[in-house]
Every structure is written in structure tokens, then in C-alpha cells.
């Protein structure tokens, strides 16, 4: 299975990521009993709530900016090269490269550590951190761009979604994280059910992962990650397993709009966990899937442009 994605399917990708990404940011850090009603939750929230940023509706953050930067790397270099992608991400966090007006705002703890790690001379596959809390959701948000340019195997892809983390988010959980987001997606693109196409690609990591010794932390992971209660257990955290799950239950909603309000119900870091599951609902369901005045009040058109005419596609 290695689909290679129309140019519908890359703008239905892409745009439903930013469209995500920049709806749920004025939400972000509210608990879900402080939002609006779900049907309110809009670009521009209602009159008298509380906007989580100083900035104007339709701009996209961190998610955004980076997921760019990670598909800039990839049509510059023609592979998945870490210190290219490095010198992007610094470059971003730096002078707003890929970012809205140039204005960088709501940047993690562990990617602003990763970073500054990069720029004392720390190689990209080692800057990422290790322990137990460096599990945060900054490289899942980004990932979705790989998983469209791959041209390789299931187990070339997971390998590479393991690297694209590795700068900013080195545990192997964050990795594993990644990889199953982009097998997923991969199935997606084909027309798959999300929930078949979700279980397809657990299936088949965990197969790759025990055809692999090098994989024995992340197969172990895995199962964490798999555990049907972290169903349950999901709230729209910043942690990226909780992030995943909350995606995966927004993506039960028929349609991309109740997709990704549904991701921004959940509260919290809103502009990540509806970036990731608007990413996925635009393979579902298309540019045209999404609300004409969200595509039309969408910001950064100049950066986004020249990187959707580079696209790869089978048009």
C-alpha cells in the first residue's frame, strides 16, 4: 500500500491541518466548560470570550508553521533530511520563517528546549528530548506532509516519521506516536474507513515493529498507546498519546466541520488536537469539505501558495 495523493487530496491535507490549527487557536488553555457551544465555536469567537492570543482570526501556530516547514525540507531536499528541517525549525522560531506575519507565539517547552539545544551546536537526531516528560504532541502536529510525499514502504515511512520527531521530541513513545499518524493517513488516502483505516495501521506497526529488534522501545509503546483506555482517558491534553486518541474520536463526526469542532470541545491545547485531526479530515473529506468562510479567512496565504504549486502529486 503506497498510494501516491492527488493534488486534491494534498490541498484537502494541508488546508484541513491550517484550517484546524487556526480555529482552535483563540480556544486554546480553556477548559471544555468554558467554550462555547460547539455550534458557536468559530474563526472569530462570540462576543465577551476570552481569546487565548492577541492574534487575528485565521492565523495559524507552531502546529502550522512547522508542519510547513517539515514540507519545505521535504520538496528542497527531495528526502527526509534532519539538519535541513533543523535549520527550518530555527529558522522559525528565529524570524517567523513559515509563520503568519512572522509572528512566532505558543511555542512548548520541550520543542523551545530542543531548539535552543540546535542552536548551541546540538546534532538534530540528538536535540530532541528522552525522558518520561519530553512526550508532548509538537512533532505528531507536524507530521502529516510526510506521510503524503513517502514514496516508500510502511516501514520505511514509520522509520522516517521516528526521525521527523527526533529534533524536537526524541522518546520513543513520541516516535511511535508519529509513525502510526502517518500509516494511518497512508490508508486514508486510499478511501479507507477511519476507524479500519486506524486499525489497519496499528496492525501493521506492530508487525514492523516486531520484524525489528532495533524497534524493541517502540514496539513497547506501542501497546501503551493502543490501550482502549486511553479512549476513555481523553481530554485534549498536550500529551501526545491523549492527542491522538482525542483525534481519533473527533474523526468520528461525518463531516470536516464537527471533526474539528469536536477536537476543539475537548479543550486545552485546542489548535493542536484540531490540527491533527484536520489534517486527517481533509483526506476525508476534501477541500470542499470545509466551510467556504474558514477557507476564506484563513491568513498566510503567501507562505502556503508557492509550496502547494511545488506539489508531487498523481494529477
Known sequence: MNPVPTLAQWRGALLGLLVGDALGVPYEFHPPQALPPRAQIEMQPPDGFRRAHDVPAGTWSDDGAQALCLLASLQYAGRLDLDDFARRLLNWMDHGYLAVDYQVFDVGASTRQALDRLRDGCAAEHAGGIDEFS????SLMRVLPLALWHRGSDAELAQ?????SLPTH???RAQACCALYCLWARRLLTGADTERAFADAAEQLQAIYA???VFAEQRQELAEILDPANEARASGSGY???SLWSARIALREGNYADVVRRAIA???DTDTTACIAGGLAGIRFGEQGIPPEWLAALRGRDWLSPLLDRLDTAD
Open 135 to 138: 512526550n508532548g504532541n509538537g
Open 160 to 164: 522516517d516519521a521516528h526521525r521527523q
Open 266 to 268: 475537548f479543550g486545552h
Open 170 to 172: 526524541g522518546h520513543p
Open 240 to 242: 501526545v498519546v491523549d
Open 211 to 213: 520484524a525489528d529488534a
